[in-house]
């Protein structure tokens, strides 16, 4: 489980549909540990020094735009959360829901108001003032509209994530919060014997 709370900001070295290798200044990664890249939970395969590579299932390369990323592209990265950490975002499994992408961004004084095109789909899971993850970057909806919605993003958010260097078009990886899937199933489900009643 993450935070959404990006610890850095790694480059994408090489990238296949089936592996990755980041370069990164995380420090002390060993084999089999759970790690965020851009909103995607992927596990390290091979820690290096300056560097990690890890294994992307066809799953991922079809629900991510992870097998899509260029050789350079700038990446969000999270280590799982701690048992002893602070929570500072919200609940983020790392699975990504659907690939969305930048719409536009407006720079406002002292911050900046980005706005995503979200497929469909996930649409009912956005709720004004709730939260989504973008990138692997825990955030709060700031307007919705349809077919799309904004965040509101300070400079820190600006300079320490891959958001600076997004462009309207880009594709960014979008999960929606568990806790409305939840809900959702729940109020959708009854058991055999209340459905004959």
């Known amino acids: 489980m993450f935070t959404g709370i990006v610890e850095t900001v790694g480059t994408a070295a090489t990238v296949s549909d089936s592996r990755i290798r980041v370069i990164s200044e995380l420090k002390d990664l060993v084999v089999g540990e759970s790690i965020s890249v851009n909103g995607v939970c992927l596990t390290v395969t091979e820690p290096e020094a300056g560097a990690f590579t890890a294994d992307i299932s066809e799953e991922t390369a079809r629900r991510t735009s992870l097998g899509a990323l260029m050789p350079g592209t700038k990446v969000n990265l999270e280590r799982a959360m ?9 609940i983020v499994q790392g699975h990504v829901d659907g690939v969305g992408n930048v719409a536009e961004l407006e720079q406002l004084e002292g911050s900046a108001e980005m706005w ?32 799309r919605f904004s965040v509101a ?19 960014v990886n979008i999960e929606v ?11 959708g489900y009854a058991p055999e014997e209340e459905q004959r009643r």
């Open 153 to 171: 993003l300070i400079p820190h958010t600006l300079v320490n994530t891959n958001f600076g260097a997004k462009l309207p078009g880009d594709p």
């Open 177 to 187: 919060d568990v806790l409305a899937k939840y809900v959702e199933r729940l109020l």
């Open 116 to 147: 995503f095109r979200v497929p469909g789909e996930l649409e009912r899971y956005l709720v004004s003032k709730g939260s989504v993850t973008v990138e692997g970057v825990s955030l709060t909806v700031a307007s919705l509209e349809s077919g």
């Open 82 to 90: 701690r048992a002893d950490g602070r929570f500072g975002g919200h």
